[in-house]
C-alpha cells in the first residue's frame, strides 16, 4: 500500500504542469464555503494519531516530517509545498486545508479518490498537531 501511494506522488510529480499566470504563482485559496465545513475529529488524539500514519506515508515526501514544505520531493516543485508552520497555513480554517486536500492543485494532488472523508480529516487533524509541536 505504501509503494501505492509512493506512486501516486512520483506520478503527479511528472505530469501535473504547474499553475502560473504570467509566470506568475498564484496563490491558493480555498473558497469561502470551505469555512463551513466542520471538522468532526477536533480534539480526537486517535484521529490524529491516525492522521500521523497517513502523513508519514503520503506527505512527508513533499512537506518534510515537521511539516516545513521542505520534503525530498519537494525540492523540485514550483511552487514549493506548504509550510504548514507559517501564519497563512495556522489561519487556514480547517474545512479550507480539508477542502484543499479533497480538490488539490498542481503540483499538489487531489485525494478524493486516494483516501476517504475520515481520512482527509485524519490528517488535517495531524497538520493542526504540526503546528502545535514547532
Known amino acids: 500500500m505504501k509503494n501505492k501511494y509512493l506512486l501516486l506522488i512520483v506520478l503527479t510529480l511528472i505530469f ?14 480555498a473558497p469561502k464555503s470551505s469555512s463551513d ?17 497517513i502523513y ?3 506527505c512527508v515526501i513533499c512537506h518534510g516530517t515537521q511539516g516545513k514544505g521542505n520534503g525530498i520531493a519537494g525540492v523540485a516543485l514550483n511552487p514549493k509545498p506548504a509550510n504548514f508552520l507559517v501564519i497563512n497555513v495556522v489561519n487556514e480554517t480547517d474545512g ?13 494532488a487531489s485525494y478524493k479518490d486516494v483516501l476517504n472523508e475520515n481520512q482527509r480529516w485524519q490528517l488535517v487533524n495531524y497538520i493542526r498537531n504540526l503546528e502545535k509541536n514547532k
Open 16 to 29: 501535473f504542469k504547474y499553475d502560473k499566470i504570467n509566470g506568475q504563482s498564484q496563490k491558493w485559496v
Open 37 to 53: 465545513l466542520i471538522n468532526p475529529f477536533v480534539g480526537n488524539e486517535k484521529a490524529t494519531a491516525e492522521g500521523k500514519k
Open 56 to 58: 508519514t506515508q503520503m
Open 96 to 108: 479550507a486545508i480539508f477542502w484543499k486536500l479533497t480538490e488539490g492543485k498542481s503540483p499538489m
